[in-house]
């Protein structure tokens, strides 16, 4: 039997619950023990698999739009956000990401504006020193 492909919506909620999971620091385990599932059905929400349910989304205590910021459009649906284009999705895929997380919770820690300001400068220096 051929597999489906993935929705790309279900794709994009699925990795804001990881996300999300990731920001609290929980494990696929507790966080499927908050839900009254598996990890393994946690796990098929976050690669997409399955399809998230609104009602876990009220389980979750968080607002329903976290999961759907920066959502792919689909034709023939509203944004709802105003018809704003949406956030890339590598920004999405790297928050996911352990490094990404970890980085962005190191980054948001550093209290002096300009020496956060000074690290994204040396960064994109980095990338340009390694462009062709």
């Known amino acids: 039997m ?16 990881r996300t999300r999971r990731m920001m609290l620091g929980m494990s696929q385990t507790t966080l499927g023990d908050a839900l009254g599932i598996t990890f393994q059905q946690v796990q098929k929400y976050e690669k997409g698999t399955n399809r998230v349910s609104a009602s876990r989304c009220s389980t979750s205590r968080i607002s329903c739009k976290f999961f759907f910021e920066g959502a792919p459009h689909v034709p023939g649906q509203t944004t709802g956000n105003g018809g704003a284009a949406p956030s890339p999705a ?16 190191a980054f948001m820690r550093i209290q002096k504006r300009e020496l ?17």
Do not use: C, M, Q, W
């Not at 051929?2 to 619950?17: C, E, T």
């Not at 996911?96 to 962005?104: F, I, R, Y």
């Open 2 to 17: 051929a597999k489906k492909p993935l929705n790309s919506i279900d794709k994009h909620v699925g990795s804001r619950v």
């Open 90 to 105: 590598y920004v999405t895929e790297f928050l996911a990401s352990g490094d990404g997380l970890a980085l962005t919770k």
């Open 116 to 132: 956060r300001r000074r690290i994204v400068d040396l960064v994109e220096e980095i990338v340009d020193d390694d462009e062709p």
